[in-house]
């Protein structure tokens, strides 16, 4: 049997569960029917450093359990500190879970927590990054596994050479993601097997980090993740909530629920490290850089190292023979900053470009242009040719898109009434990766098709493409497919981050019914009536592939309006032009793109956790004064794309989506802010009254 070319990528299907998410059908972690469930809330340490004496319980109406340090059932240490709950009267950060109640009702549990007598004996603490923090440290290593340093040339020389130099610093802020659905888990144990329905990224990666602290084999948990509401990377690995929703049903012998409460997820759940950016350039005067320097300072905490590859995209961005980067840590009484989209990437590259659009103004060449001159050859560090590049046509498609020729060099030259305008764009990245997973594909004698892997869709429309990829691997149309996912029960598959899913599950897919096919070409009589089906296990191709040089590439334009008399900046255009390789459902894409973006408007304008050193608390910890963009403040916003064939990355050409919108968009912000009002803004986010 031969496939026919049902052609389904490429085409704009509907998410296919879009029907059961507006009528409400669609089942989240915490919304499972259970019977005889009880409900827990978490108690949070009110000091940022110190230790636990004792915990007792309050208002105990309705009260089962209340589960501190002091009685909590023991766990074995596994590969993330965070997930110790309860094993330690340390305090290591304020908000970090001292203590969880536990009662029939979600109201009990609640004013049960919310009542405990806490005795704490407190110490000094230390919650603020600052530039020259005494504790700075060089970490091993930055995310996932990059030298914290690199260098090459000599760039003080080549500074004091340079015919232009900038010698700017960026900082960003600490960022908090906010998905809709709070991280959340129903945890029962049915003997000594554990069910959770949990809200993550990834069950299969949950279902081995939770069977490792309960000392559990893998096959005797079950992790169920069928429809999550939002993640951004802070459900990429195992939560704290999990574990105290399955510590607490053990105690207690039934069923519980934990919903984290928004307010919670500032603190238990992890956040973006705010960093402090120097970006030193030199350039010949037609614009060759000839240094590049990107030195970064951000934070981790007490309990575990998390090292944010900040300056790491300045390594693949731009030419320059002599250049250097670097990583500096302080480990601060703080929580433990986690992925946030793009880490690395979307602050690395608001200094990077920023620096950029300030040297086109000392060289007086048009930004554009600048980046066109410095375009490599090869990987700027390691001389790894690309994979495919097509950065500088996404600079010229995103610029005939979005009417740049003709604008002025000077800033602040248009004025529309009460409004200045003006325009600015930067350059976007993101690398493409692949991590291994397995799929199964079935066919029967009817030609139904179904998939089944551990994978999970988490808003993006990922299940929806795993359709795509299926019923053109059969050669099926698109209704004869079923995908299973969301299921740590089912094959293995790799987490919904780093912008790899469709890539490493795609594959998976795409390896399965070739094997498929092949099975069906040898068989000579009629497909079995309980159908055949053939595995594919990715690891060995994935191992084997070289990383190096291989990105996705884009470029950001947007044009802003600011107040003459308020400083209140509106973003009238934002528009992305991408080289992703292949597109496998251009509505998805879209979306994807076009969130990234939002979410970038987010981080240049809006978004801000802000600190009180004095307590180690974020003092805007909700929704109410944490700000992120709404409806109304995106006005036109739009994505388009160049046709990139790339097979080297994986065989489907895929080179991944997610995270690329919200690199490089708050700079082409910020670049415009300036070019509107002359006002250039170091330190995100551009508020007003950093304008006036
Ligand atoms: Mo993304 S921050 O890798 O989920």
């Not at 340093?149 to 900082?171: I, N, Q």
């Not at 409460?261 to 060759?288: C, E, N």
């Not at 390594?315 to 929580?335: E, G, Q």
């Not at 046509?393 to 610029?399: K, P, Q």
Request: proline share 7%; charged share 20%; hydrophobic share 40%.
């Amino acid at each position: 049997m031969t496939p026919t070319r049902t052609a389904s990528i490429g085409t704009p299907v509907a998410r296919i569960e879009g029907p059961l998410k507006v009528t409400g059908t669609a089942r989240y972690a915490v919304e499972y029917p259970v019977e005889n469930v009880a409900y827990a809330w978490v108690v949070q340490a009110p000091i940022a450093r110190g230790h636990v004496v004792s915990i007792e319980p309050g208002d105990d109406d309705g009260l089962l359990a209340l589960l501190w340090h002091g009685n909590a059932p023991r766990l074995e240490s596994g590969d993330d500190p965070e997930l110790q709950v309860l094993q330690s009267p340390r305090i290591s950060y304020r908000g970090q879970v001292v203590a969880l109640a536990v009662a029939r009702t979600l109201e009990a549990a609640r004013r049960a927590a919310q009542s405990v007598r806490m005795e704490l004996v407190e110490e000094e603490h230390d919650a603020e990054l600052t530039p020259d923090h005494p504790g700075l440290y060089t970490p091993e290593k930055v995310n996932p596994a990059f030298p914290s340093d690199t260098s090459a040339g000599d760039v003080d020389a080549a500074l004091a050479a340079a015919a232009a130099t900038v010698d700017v610093t960026y900082s960003t802020p600490a960022l908090h993601n906010n998905p809709m659905e709070p991280h959340a888990t129903t945890a029962m144990w049915v003997g000594d097997d554990l069910v959770l329905y949990d809200s993550n990224q990834g069950p299969s990666a949950i279902a081995s980090q939770v069977a490792k602290v309960f000392s559990l084999k893998r096959s005797q948990i079950h992790v169920i993740a069928e429809h999550v509401g939002g993640g951004f990377g802070s459900k990429g690995s195992a939560r704290p909530n999990a574990i105290l929703a399955a510590m607490a049903a053990r105690v207690v012998g039934t069923p519980v629920r934990l919903a984290l409460p928004r307010q919670a997820l500032f603190t238990m759940v992890g956040h973006r490290t705010p960093t402090i950016q120097r970006v030193r350039l030199g350039a010949s005067a037609d614009g060759k850089l000839t240094a590049i320097a990107h030195d970064v300072v951000e934070q981790t905490s007490r309990l575990f190292e998390f090292a944010e590859q900040t300056a790491v995209v300045t390594r693949h961005m731009y030419a320059a023979p002599n250049r250097r980067t670097s990583h500096r840590l302080a480990r601060l009484d703080m929580p433990t900053p986690r992925w946030m989209r793009a880490p690395g990437e979307a602050p690395g590259m608001v200094a990077l470009e920023g620096a950029l659009d300030e040297l086109a103004v000392s060289l007086g060449i048009d930004p554009i242009e600048l980046r066109i001159r410095n375009e490599p050859d090869v990987e700027p560090e390691d001389g790894t040719p690309f994979s495919s590049r097509h950065y500088v046509e996404c600079l010229r498609l995103g610029a005939s898109r979005f009417g740049w020729a003709g604008r002025s060099l000077e800033p602040r030259q248009r004025r529309e009434g009460r409004w200045w305008v003006g325009t600015g764009m930067a350059g976007a990245t993101y690398p493409s990766m692949v991590m291994p997973s397995t799929a199964t594909v079935r066919i029967d004698p009817e030609r139904r098709v179904e998939v089944t892997l551990a994978a999970v869709d988490i808003g993006t429309g990922s299940r929806t493409v795993l359709h795509q990829i299926a019923a053109d691997g059969m050669g099926v149309p698109l209704e004869n497919v079923t995908v299973r996912i969301g299921d740590s029960g089912l094959t293995r598959a790799s987490i919904a981050g780093g912008s790899s899913g469709s890539a490493s599950w795609g594959w998976a897919i795409d390896g399965a019914c070739r094997l498929l096919r092949e099975e069906l070409s040898r068989l000579t009589g009629p497909v079995p009536p309980d159908g055949l089906s053939a595995t594919f296990d990715t690891t060995p191709d994935v191992k084997s592939r070289e990383n190096s040089g291989k990105h996705a590439f884009g470029a950001h334009f947007a044009e802003v309006r600011v107040d003459a008399d308020t400083g209140e900046v509106r973003v009238s255009r934002l528009l992305g032009a991408y080289a992703v390789g292949r597109v496998l459902n251009p509505r998805t894409a879209r979306s994807q793109f076009i969130g990234g973006m939002t979410m970038g408007m987010g981080m240049a304008l809006h978004e801000e956790s802000v600190l009180d050193a004095s307590t180690g608390d974020w003092v805007n910890h909700d929704l109410a004064e944490y700000h992120v963009p709404v409806h109304a403040d995106v006005e036109s916003i739009e994505a388009v794309w160049i046709d990139e064939e790339d097979l080297s990355v994986n065989p489907l050409g895929v080179k991944g989506i997610g995270e690329i919108g919200i690199v490089g968009s708050p700079a082409a912000i910020v670049n415009a802010v300036w070019h509107a009002t002359g006002v250039r803004v170091r330190d995100l986010p551009v508020r007003l009254d950093k304008l006036l």
